[in-house]
């Protein structure tokens, strides 16, 4: 008799439950892989945001603070013909903000030399002449100063702009006018600098991006610096000093500060900055609903979002080192 043969695989029914095992298995792996790159996108956009917030605040603070520095002129208003001059100091194109003597360089006006001023982009008559396409909103800020430590007239720079001074007076030239420069005894040789802050949109790729740019004094004019990428918004709110003591009693936006207290002929004084920044991420996130989120940036109104971009608000605040002597 011949002996049975034994058949051997899987049936049927056994092959069907082995496929649905695999395509849970198959399913589960696939949803742990879309959270770990949705999870990979967020950190990453995060990191991003505040590594840009901390450079851009950083660039700020570091040049606000130090606002209105002249050096041995340091706290007394400029006054062209009597303490300041200007030797050759003429550029194609100025930046020059609201107030009767507030470009690069002092004019004859009757009214102080204003070392900062500021305003929010279609919310003020006055603006600054070279700033043309700021976003909407956004606060705007002007700063002059001189850069140190002081410099040696064999070092100078040939596209900056010089300020030689001391304790009487200070002149205001350019590395080829230093053989002709007036002489000014026991005098230091500082580099000056006149800064515009403010946000406005490149458009790169097809990607329109907001960015943190800066006007800087040159020979050849106030040139534009691109610097950090995803600022979408500023506010800066102005530190008024009220009783003399050096501190801030009370923070303002420019709109409401007038023109005494920007030329400093009252006993009040800004002796503060603070810089609060709205940053966005470079790209969208499928997966992110930015409508569930509102941004507040100190006295402006909460602003919310219907798209997909990440975003964080920070802020510094930074206190000027260099007031203005009372009523100078």
């Known amino acids: 008799m011949a002996a049975l043969k ?3 695989g899987l049936t049927l029914v056994e092959l069907m439950v082995a496929m649905l095992m695999a395509l849970f298995l198959s399913a589960g792996l696939f949803t742990m892989f879309s959270m770990s790159a949705r999870n990979v996108t967020s950190t990453g956009q995060f990191a991003e945001l505040q590594e840009n917030a901390r450079m851009a605040l950083a660039i700020m603070a570091k040049d606000i603070g130090q606002t209105g520095f002249m050096a041995d002129l340091n706290g007394v208003s400029l006054v062209k013909g009597n303490n300041a001059f200007n030797f050759n100091t003429s550029i194609a194109t100025d930046c020059v903000g609201g107030g009767l003597n507030n470009a690069s360089f002092p004019n004859n ?5 204003r070392m900062i001023w500021g305003y929010r982009v ?44 001391n304790f009487n007076r200070g002149v205001f030239f350019r590395k080829e006018d230093l053989s002709s420069l007036p002489v ?15 946000i406005e949109n490149d458009t790169r790729n097809g990607l329109t991006i907001p960015v943190l ?25 102005y530190g008024i000093d009220s009783d003399g003591d050096g501190t ?3 923070y303002t936006t420019a709109a409401n500060i007038d023109n005494r207290l920007w030329d400093n002929q009252d006993f009040q004084r800004i002796v503060a900055i603070k810089i609060q920044l709205l940053l966005r991420a470079l790209k969208e996130d499928s997966e992110f609903d930015s ?28 206190l000027l080192e260099n007031p203005t002597l009372l009523n100078q």
Not at 109 to 113: D, I, K, L, N, R
Not at 144 to 151: A, E, I
Not at 184 to 198: E, F, K, N
């Open 6 to 8: 034994r058949q051997k």
């Open 109 to 113: 006006q009757p009214a102080h030399f």
């Open 122 to 165: 279609n919310a003020s008559t006055e603006t600054v002449s070279c700033i043309e396409d700021a976003l909407n909103g956004s606060d705007v800020i002007q700063i002059k100063r001189l850069v140190g430590p002081d410099v040696e007239p064999t070092n100078l720079l040939d596209n900056r702009f010089y300020f030689l001074a």
């Open 184 to 198: 000014v005894p026991d005098a230091r040789y500082w580099q000056y600098q006149h800064h515009v802050y403010y």
């Open 213 to 237: 740019k800066r006007r800087s004094l040159t020979t050849s004019g106030m040139v534009e610096e691109p610097y950090v990428d995803g600022v979408e918004d500023m506010q800066i709110l």
């Open 248 to 250: 801030a009693d009370g």
């Open 291 to 318: 409508s569930t989120f509102s941004y507040q940036l100190g006295q402006k109104t909460a602003r919310k979002f219907n798209d997909g971009y990440r975003r964080q608000v920070l802020s510094t605040t930074v």
